[in-house]
C-alpha cells in the first residue's frame, strides 16, 4: 500500500463513503440516485424527485443542482472553481509527501485540465485546442467512415455480437489512438486500462476500486513516459508529437493531458454510441423516420445526448461566498451539478422524458458542460456518434437485442458494459456514407 494513495483515498472517497452508506440506510434520495442499483440503472425518476423541492437541495458535505438555468449559470460563473476538494485538511507532512510523490498523472488531480481553473487551465488546454477546432474535426471524418466500415465489416453476418466491445468501445478507442500516435496493436490495453480507471469520476468508492485505478494509472504513466520519450525523438504528426515538441508543458503534464485526453475521447463517445443504440431499438418510429430523412441523424444524436448523457454530473466548488438560486453558499461549499437533471428540466424541454429526434431544441442540452471546461472533443464525439449508429442501422436494418444489456457500476459516467445483439442480415454492397 503506498500512503500517498491511501490519504487520497481516505480524503476524496473513504469519508464521503462512509457518509453514504449512513445516508442511505436512511433511504436519503441523493445517497439512493449515487451509490445504488436503483441510481445506475434509471436515475431519473431519483433526480425528478430531488427536483421537486425546489432550488439546490443540500445532502451532507454537498448541495446539488438539477435546474438548467442554474447548472448552466454555476459552470460559466469563474466564482465556482472546478472539481471537489478533499474533505479532510491533510496535514504538513502529508502534503509534502504528495508533492514528492504525486500520484500518476489521472483525469480527476490536477494537473488535468478538468480540475484545474485559470490562468493554469488556460496555459495547459491552448496547446490542444488547435487539434479539436471544427476545420481539424472535419479533417477526421473520412478517417471515421474508414474506421467504421472496418468494424462493421468484423461484425458477423445474421449472428450474436457484443456491440459495446466488438464496435461501440472500438471507433472512439481507434480514433483517439491514431491522434496520439499510439500503434494499433495497444488499444485493446488502453481499453482495459480505461475500465480500470473510469471509477475515479465518481466519489465514495471503495478502497479496491480506488487500488486497482491507481495501478492502473501507475501502468498507463509508465507506457506515457516511455511513448513521449520516444517522440522527442522522433516526432509524427499526431497531438502529443506537437506538444512534446512545442516544449510548453513538463513531461509529467504532457502525460496528464495524454491521460485526459484519452478519457475524454473515449468515454464519451462509447456511452454515446451505446446508448443510441438501445434508443433507436427501443423507439422503432424514431429509426424509422431516421431511415426516410437520413438528414436528421445529426439533431437524433443531439437528442441522445439530452435524453440520457454519457456523464451524470459535474462538481464544482465556491470560491467565494455567493447566493445563486435563491440560496445562499459560504466559500469552500461543494455543488454537484447534474447535467442529467439539467437536460430534462420542463422548464426549457417540453415533454422532456419524451425521446423526439426532431426536437427544435436539443442541441441545448449540457451533456458537454459548459463556460471554459466545456468538452474539448465535443465536435469529434458528435461526429464519430452519426457514423457509428447511422452506418451500423444502414449496414444492419434487421438489427435486435437478444437479452437486456448490462449497466456499467458507474454514477457519473453512465453506460453500458454489454450489449448482446443478433445482427441480422447484412444489407450487400453496402456503401459508406460519405
Known sequence: MKPQYAYRWVNNHGVIRLFKKALLRRGDVFARLNCSAEGIENPYA????????GGLPRTFPVWTAFDHEIVRDILRDNRFGAGVPTVLGMPRLVRRLLVRRPVPPNPVDAPSMLVIDQPEH??????????????????????????TDELLAALPDDGPADLMAQYAAQVPIAIISEMLGFPDSDREMFLRWGDEISPLFDIGISWQTHQRAMESSERLHRYLLEHVERLRVEPGDDILSSLVTAGDLSTYELCASATLLMAAGFETTVN????GVIWLLRHPDQLDRLRVEPELWP??????LRIDPPVQTTGRTTRTTLEIGGTRLHKGSIVMLSLAGANRDPAV??????????????????????????????????MEAVHALRALFEAFPDLRLTDPPTRRPLFTLHGYKHLPVHTGPRVRGHQPIG
Open 46 to 53: 431519483l433526480i425528478e424527485e430531488m427536483r421537486g423541492t
Open 122 to 147: 488556460t496555459r495547459m488546454r491552448k496547446p490542444v485546442t488547435a487539434a479539436f477546432t471544427p476545420r481539424a474535426v472535419a479533417r477526421l471524418s473520412d478517417r471515421i467512415e474508414t474506421v
Open 272 to 275: 454515446l454510441i451505446g446508448k
Open 299 to 304: 439533431n437524433a444524436v443531439e437528442e441522445i
Open 349 to 382: 424541454f417540453t415533454d422532456p422524458d419524451r425521446f423526439d429526434i426532431t426536437r427544435e431544441n436539443a442541441k441545448n442540452h449540457l451533456s458537454f458542460s459548459s463556460g471554459i471546461h466545456v468538452c474539448l472533443g465535443a465536435g469529434l464525439a458528435r
